[in-house]
């Protein structure tokens, strides 16, 4: 996320902000990284509904399982449920008869 500087600074804090700026940066130690990171997070989280929450977990957790082998997929599922959740979602995106959502005629 990029935010743009006002380029015609109207008070002491805009001008102190673009002029901070230009600080080194790489004097921050990795907790003070951390520090920064986490407070922009959470001014950017408390701004966001629901549903951007819901989607952006759901994207990350995606990325997540399909980063690693199927079999680490397959674990994950039955450490979370069981076999048969598994078995029964293999069966959901490899049966052409289940209910296709996404209209694309089967195939995923």
């Known amino acids: 996320m990029n935010i743009p500087l006002n380029p015609k600074p109207h008070t002491n804090s805009e001008m102190d902000s673009k002029t901070n700026l230009t600080k080194d940066l790489t004097n921050l130690t990795d907790s003070q990284r951390y ?11 408390d701004q966001m509904d629901l549903k951007t929450l819901v989607q952006i977990v759901s994207d990350n957790l995606i990325d997540y399982h399909n980063e690693g082998s199927l079999e680490e997929l397959r674990d994950a599922v039955i450490c979370y449920a069981d076999e048969d959740l ?3 979602l293999v069966d959901n995106v490899t049966n052409e008869t289940v209910l296709d959502i996404n209209d694309t005629g089967g195939k995923y």
């Not at 520090?35 to 989280?45: G, K, N, R």
Request: aromatic share 14%.
């Open 35 to 45: 520090e920064l990171t986490a407070q922009f997070v959470e001014l950017v989280v």
């Open 86 to 88: 598994y078995d029964e």
